[in-house]
């Protein structure tokens, strides 16, 4: 699966993010990007990254494709 930034990059500053959430929405474009390579990016457990991904699917912030 390939994920992309699916709200305007200037809202994402008034999400109230964690640290860990905008390190994760700072590596998304309006470009899809493989799941696979922000695994390998990521300084954080598959399963936690996987689970941001759920949280900004469901909330529209990302989409996936």
């Given at each position: 699966?390939?994920?992309r930034?699916?709200?305007?990059?200037?809202?994402?500053?008034q999400?109230g993010?964690?640290?860990?959430e905008?390190?994760v929405l700072s590596?998304l474009?309006?470009q899809p990007a493989?799941?696979?390579?922000?695994?390998?990016?990521?300084?954080?457990p598959?399963?936690e990254l996987?689970?941001?991904?759920?949280?900004?699917?469901?909330?529209?912030w990302?989409?996936?494709?």
């Open positions: 699966s390939q994920v930034l699916a709200i305007p990059r200037d809202r994402t500053a999400l993010l964690s640290t860990e905008g390190f590596r474009q309006d493989p799941v696979e390579a922000l695994v390998s990016i990521c300084p954080l598959e399963s996987l689970e941001i991904l759920r949280r900004f699917l469901s909330e529209g990302i989409a996936v494709t």
